[in-house]
């Protein structure tokens, strides 16, 4: 039997068992309800009034306390002695390198095909309400975070929740915690598998092929796929080893250098077609309240625009803390404000830049995709890039491979932690992990296994409903610690010496929030 024939029989085998589980899960995660001729996904909804929710609790505090944030993400109000194991850039790149992915290029392609040009602006606006839960999660993560004695950090829903809860509701509330817990790593850890790994290694490699000559080119066949999947496991599987520091090492590199690429590569799409920029920007403003041909007409684009974005940056979904506890610091807050520049770089810039290329560029694909006919997300982008000059399209593999991989990267440290909070912490354990993850990789080159893929997009949007009960619950636990930072930092910029513990056993100075 052939790789290719093995392969085919292992998609059909795992298609047909589990197609009727992915279905109904899918049915159950994404019921939605038909609003004004189109329909909005209750998950959808459930986010998106979380970010107004906290948005209006703190004040709006990602438009207030976004220089704050600037300041702190450079180092502005560290403290010497600080737990953790990466600073506050490195876990922003660590966390952003999990949630800036393939969706950030082929999900924008399919949001302003169905909702749109108006799409981006609503994407826009819930990435700015994102912000604020992104916040609170993240807050809470480094709060009940637990420091193991060789240094390592350990955090996320599966220690805020049973930890966070038990606090203020007791012993009732510890023992949901625990069940919580147990949830929330079992649905990290299967989203992290199928979707935060073998998912973007498949549309990373089928990325490669459609630009090294398709099935019969360099890269096209079982060979092929073998060759990348071995590459990318090893990769992979090298920087695991080294823990977050290294994860945070390679992504504080890799982050700026992917975004980087692609931004300036958006930019000259752009540039070229400076005369259409009035346009375009008109025509993504009267679209969001005027759309032509959308089902749903404003709610429609709104929903799409909505959709797209929670997607996007995870915000509310409790991945992005387990990154971010690892941070150094002695305050909480101090990464929940740099966590809320994440949904900003995510939604606000890198799928803004993406929905302005297509619109300025005006692929014909994408034409054919308005009209309904089925075109992939990433063939549009490319279209849209190989508008200025045909060999644009291999600038777009260069960054869809740097998303792919850091994504990879990201989640196999979320999924670590999954792990190790279900199994222990022990070497075998970990080192267990680790083989199965890379093994993972390397079937991501080689199986579609699209059903999974599906299941695990409706598991960790499962996480986000009881993620978001319990940040609703600890919400007053976040205004404390923010109070608590504030004046820390009123302190510090009053020239004090603040680079002691006293802080910590002081009660909070009344800070406006």
Request: aromatic share 10%.
């Amino acid at each position: 039997m052939s790789l290719d024939s093995f392969t085919d029989s292992v998609d059909e085998a795992v298609s047909g068992f589990f197609e009727p589980i992915a279905k109904w899960l899918g049915d159950v995660v994404f019921y939605s309800v038909p609003v004004n001729g189109t329909e909005l996904p209750l998950i959808v909804a459930w986010l998106v009034v979380a970010g107004l929710v906290f948005s209006a609790w703190f004040g709006l505090i990602q438009i207030r306390k976004f220089p704050l944030a600037l300041k702190v993400v450079r180092g502005k109000y560290d403290e010497k002695g600080s737990t953790g194991e990466v600073n506050h850039f490195q876990a922003l790149t660590a966390a952003v390198s999990g949630t800036v992915g393939l969706g950030n290029i082929a999900g924008v392609a399919v949001a302003v095909s169905i909702g749109g040009p108006g799409a981006t602006f609503w994407m826009i606006l819930c990435g700015l309400l994102g912000m604020a839960t992104k916040f609170v999660e993240v807050t809470l993560g480094v709060k009940y975070r637990e420091v193991h004695a060789d240094g390592t950090v350990s955090g996320g829903p599966m220690h805020y929740l049973p930890k966070g809860l038990a606090e203020r509701f007791g012993a009732r509330g510890k023992t949901l915690g625990k069940v919580l817990a147990v949830l929330a790593s079992t649905f990290v850890l299967f989203f992290g598998l199928f979707g935060g790994n073998l998912f973007q290694v498949n549309q990373s490699y089928a990325q490669l092929v459609s630009v090294t000559g398709g099935e019969d080119g360099l890269m096209g066949g079982s060979g092929g796929a073998l060759f990348f999947g071995v590459l990318v496991a090893a990769l992979v599987g090298i920087v695991l080893l080294g823990g977050i520091r290294s994860i945070a090492t390679v992504t504080g590199a890799l982050v700026p250098a992917m975004a980087g690429i692609y931004i300036v590569g958006c930019l000259v799409v752009i540039g070229v077609n400076a005369s259409a920029i009035p346009s375009a920007i008109s025509t993504i403003i009267e679209g969001a309240f005027n759309p032509q041909g959308v089902a749903g007409g404003v709610l429609g684009a709104l929903i799409i625009g909505f959709k797209r974005a929670a997607f996007s940056n995870e915000a509310g979904l409790g991945s992005a803390p387990i990154a971010h506890s690892a941070v150094k610091t002695k305050h909480p807050a101090s990464e929940g404000l740099v966590a809320l520049l994440e949904p900003f770089i995510d939604t606000v810039i890198i799928c803004t830049m993406t929905a302005l290329t297509i619109v300025i560029a005006n692929p014909a694909s994408w034409g054919e995709a308005r009209n309904g006919e089925s075109i992939g997300g990433v063939t549009i982008t490319s279209d849209a890039f190989a508008t200025v000059l045909p060999w644009f399209p291999y600038i777009l593999t260069i960054a869809v491979m740097l998303f792919a991989i850091s994504t990879v990267l990201t989640w196999g440290y979320y999924c670590m932690k999954a792990w190790t909070h279900l199994f222990g912490r022990s070497r075998t354990s970990e080192l267990a992990f680790k083989v199965m993850y890379t093994l993972f990789a390397v079937g991501g080159s080689l199986l579609t296994l699209q059903t999974l893929i599906d299941m695990a997009d409706a598991v960790l949007f499962m996480l986000a409903v009881i993620n978001i009960i319990g940040l609703y619950l600890l919400a007053p636990v976040v205004k404390r610690e923010l109070n608590t930072f504030l004046a820390f930092v009123k302190r510090r910029d009053a020239g004090l010496d603040t680079d002691t513990d006293e802080d910590e056993d002081q009660e909070p100075v009344k800070t406006t929030v």
